[in-house]
């Protein structure tokens, strides 16, 4: 049988505990500062899976920063939305091929990648055109015909890395900005709140409380999906520049699918925290990545000098 290990992962989209711990967890971000981790968290646990109302099919979110500041934490929250995180996140020495099989199984899924810190340049580029582009690469048979693409999905990746990813895209190559308008990027800092205790605590909710609260907003997501691609359009509208331009749309694409995912989410009572503080984050976060990218990409004038 084919790809042998996707009935053994997908059993772990599987519920345990209860919703009512995780929701009250989740009033950790109302604290000031928070906002890098519950940003990440409605885009990736909520935003995913209606990314395919925007027309993309992927798109990449990049945490960056130093250890300890809950990276690692916001995945587990993540993929605990939907069942056992310690079986469905992705680890930095998990293979290519394990990769896309993933991608295929998860669909419109999160999926969450842990520390790609030490990723080569070209392996990274390689990893961002993968998941955007939504589908396995085409292959021929040994006869050069033409092999039938299984793997298919519309979602958004999360990763996590010590260093930037996108300063590692800009000296991967002379012209790096396909890859570069394709991730989203941004640093979490330190937060006084996520104390050692604190972590412990969320580390200990979502190993033995999930799966529920992803049932949850599936139901609601299926029973509303003739809504959600205007509904997104219209947030989207509001929080993005006026001099938006065309091949900064992966990043208007996750900004919109997180906060409508968001405030969803906040109607169901799947989430505790106030909304507001985010959007405007949410705001500076895409002034803040424009500037970013013009510092890692260069001309060919610039090169030459």
Not at 7 to 30: C, H, N, Q, Y
Not at 182 to 208: N, W
Request: some cysteine.
């Amino acid at each position: 049988m084919l790809f042998r290990s996707i009935p053994a992962v997908a059993k772990e989209f599987t519920e345990a505990g209860s919703i009512a711990p995780w929701v009250r967890m989740t009033s950790l971000f109302d604290a000031p500062g928070t906002e890098p981790l519950a940003f990440a968290l409605l885009a990736g646990a909520f935003g995913a899976p209606l990314l395919k109302f925007t027309g993309h099919s992927g798109a990449l979110l990049a945490l960056t920063g130093p250890s300890g500041v809950g990276k690692t934490l916001i995945g587990r929250m993540i993929m605990s939305v939907y069942g056992n995180p310690d079986r469905l996140i992705l680890l930095r020495d998990d293979t290519r091929n394990m990769l896309i099989t993933r991608l295929g199984l998860y669909g419109t899924l999160p999926v969450y990648i842990d520390e790609i810190t030490n990723i080569d340049p070209l392996d990274l580029s390689d990893l961002v055109y993968r998941i955007t582009q939504g589908r396995d690469k085409g292959r021929l048979s040994k006869n050069a015909v033409e092999k039938a693409v299984l793997n298919f999905w519309n979602t958004i990746a999360v990763t996590s890395s010590n260093a930037s990813l996108v300063a590692k895209l800009a000296h991967a190559k002379m012209d790096a900005s396909a890859e570069i308008n394709r991730v989203l990027e941004y640093a979490v800092p330190p937060m006084q709140c996520l104390t050692r205790d604190t972590g412990k605590s969320i580390f200990d909710t979502v190993s033995t409380n999930y799966g529920g609260v992803g049932d949850r907003y599936v139901r609601w997501l299926v029973k509303n999906q003739d809504t959600h691609k205007q509904q997104i359009e219209d947030i989207t509208t509001k929080i993005i520049p006026a001099d938006a331009k065309a091949d900064e749309r992966f990043w208007y694409a996750i900004a919109g699918c997180a906060l409508y995912g968001g405030a969803a989410a906040k109607s169901l009572g799947i989430i505790s925290f106030d909304l507001k503080p985010i959007v405007k984050w949410t705001k500076d976060l895409l002034v803040r990545t424009r500037d970013s990218k013009i510092d890692h990409i260069s001309d060919p004038i610039d090169a030459l000098g």
